[in-house]
């Protein structure tokens, strides 16, 4: 798990995947509700609860500058307990499971991808669409 999020297990329980869309949900509709002004434009992207549910691995990516990224995970550190009683108000399980906030790779991964490709193609130049005949001025 420590180079980035993990990819969903071959074969997942019906009971974790359910737990995992509801734990998503309770969180999403509680951050809502927040008043941190640290926290910034945050987006729940996935949850994983383990197969025990007893921890729950929560993927988030925040729009803005660096620092606000900083802020932002310090936000949900300290909103952690807050979160996980929030969630066992709302759902229905015998344990809430240990909140863990990981920021989301995939978000600045493509974020890279669009910068490469921005630098391949400069907004001077026009990108051709595969099967788009050039026009006349253009031969």
């Known amino acids: 798990m420590g180079r980035g999020r993990p ?3 071959a074969r997942q329980f019906p009971r974790v995947a359910r737990v995992n869309e509801v734990v998503l949900e309770c969180l999403a ?3 809502e509700r927040l008043s941190d002004p640290r926290l910034g434009f945050v987006t729940i992207t996935g949850v994983e609860v383990s197969g025990d549910l007893q921890i729950a691995d929560v993927w988030y990516s925040v729009f803005g500058p660096a620092e606000q990224h900083a802020e932002t995970a310090a936000a949900l550190q300290s909103a952690g307990p807050h979160l996980r009683s929030a969630l ?5 399980l015998k344990y809430q499971p240990e909140l863990r906030f990981q920021e989301d790779p995939s978000v600045a ?5 669009e910068e490469i490709l921005r630098d391949l193609h400069p907004e001077g ?3 051709e669409e595969p099967g788009e005949e050039p026009m006349e001025g253009e031969r």
């Open 7 to 9: 990819r969903q297990a």
């Open 125 to 127: 130049e026009r990108a």
């Open 109 to 113: 991964t493509g974020a890279r991808i």
């Open 29 to 31: 509709d509680e951050l």
């Open 88 to 92: 066992g108000r709302r759902a229905r």
